[in-house]
C-alpha cells in the first residue's frame, strides 16, 4: 500500500518562506507525476504545481516565480519551497501522486500552512 506523508507546514509571517516534505512509502518514479495541491477553507481543491517522472514542472499561475516543486528520488521524497508567502496561500497542502501503470491517484492526508502577521 502507497503511503504519503506530509511534513513542514506551520505559522508563517507574510513573506516568509517554509518547505513542504512528501515522504513516499515507494521511490517518486514509480509515480507520474507527483504534485502538491491546496485547499483553502471554503474553497475547492486546486493544483499548486506538479513534477513528471522526467522532471518536467508546472505550476499554477498564482505560485509562479515563488514557489519550486522538486523531488530526491534517493529519500522517496517530493518538496515544494515556498518562498514571499501571502495570506492567500493560507491552506492545506496534499501531496499527490499518480501511479500510472494502473491508473491509481494516491493522496495523503495533507499539512496546514497559515500565513498571517
Known amino acids: 500500500q502507497v503511503q504519503l506523508v506530509e511534513s513542514g507546514g506551520g505559522l508563517v509571517q507574510p513573506g516568509g518562506s517554509l518547505r513542504l516534505a512528501c515522504a513516499a512509502s515507494v521511490s517518486p518514479l514509480s509515480f507520474n507525476p507527483m504534485g502538491w495541491y491546496r485547499q483553502a477553507p471554503g474553497k475547492e481543491r486546486e493544483l499548486v504545481a506538479t513534477?513528471?517522472?522526467?522532471?518536467?514542472?508546472n505550476y499554477a499561475d498564482a505560485v509562479k516565480g515563488r514557489f519550486t516543486i522538486s523531488r530526491d528520488n534517493a529519500k522517496n521524497t517530493l518538496y515544494l519551497q515556498m518562498n514571499s508567502l501571502e495570506a492567500e496561500d493560507t491552506a492545506v497542502y496534499y501531496c499527490?501522486?499518480?501511479?500510472?501503470?494502473?491508473?491509481?491517484?494516491?493522496w495523503g492526508k495533507g499539512t496546514l500552512v497559515t500565513v498571517s502577521s
Open positions: 513534477i513528471t517522472r522526467v522532471g518536467t514542472t
Open positions: 499527490y501522486a499518480h501511479e500510472d501503470a494502473f491508473g491509481i491517484p494516491y
